[in-house]
């Protein structure tokens, strides 16, 4: 089930997003986050009027993804960035697509007219799931991030979603 993320999902979230900072390059953050980070982060997307969704199944958060501002700047106001995140296990099983299925389709209703999703590279299994969903690589940024001792560079893939 894909529904809107609670107040008792953010522990769980936070499990999810520590392993990918803890043992991939695929988030740049080096820290740890708790669940307390995770609502503050939640508050901030829900405040900007977009939405944080959670995969949940028997009672247990599989995944998430959400959209949030691209930048601050008010011309900026109708793009947003999106992200989605599994637990390591359950890459593969169609989870993300029906994460970021039922994002995209939140955002028709929205004045969003761009998603934009970073990527650290190489990363071919998130550059399909983007793909998949219309995204085509607008940009490659060589070694702009440093994590575990090695450069890494970023792409970034875009698509319209609403004229």
């Known amino acids: 089930m894909i529904r809107d993320v609670q107040a008792d999902d953010f522990e769980a979230i936070a ?13 740049f953050e080096e820290s740890e986050v708790d669940g307390e ?13 977009l ?27 109708n793009t947003v960035e999106v992200s989605v995140y599994l637990q390591h296990q359950m890459k593969g099983r169609g989870y993300g697509s029906a994460l970021y299925k039922a994002l995209f389709h939140r955002l028709k209703d929205t004045s969003i007219h761009i998603a934009i999703a970073g990527i650290a590279l ?10 998949r ?26 698509v319209q979603v609403n004229t």
């Open 122 to 131: 190489p990363n071919p299994e998130s550059i399909k799931l983007h793909e």
């Open 133 to 158: 969903f219309g995204m085509q690589q607008v940009a490659h940024y060589k070694e702009v991030g440093c994590k575990f001792g090695q450069w890494l560079d970023v792409g970034y893939w875009q």
């Open 51 to 77: 939405c944080w969704l959670v995969f949940e199944q028997n009672n247990e958060i599989l995944g998430y993804a959400y959209a949030a501002k691209w930048h601050e700047r008010a011309a900026y106001r």
């Open 15 to 27: 499990q999810i997003y520590n392993y990918y900072i803890s043992n991939t390059v695929i988030s």
């Open 37 to 49: 980070e995770i609502s503050n982060r939640v508050k901030k997307v829900e405040s900007a009027g």
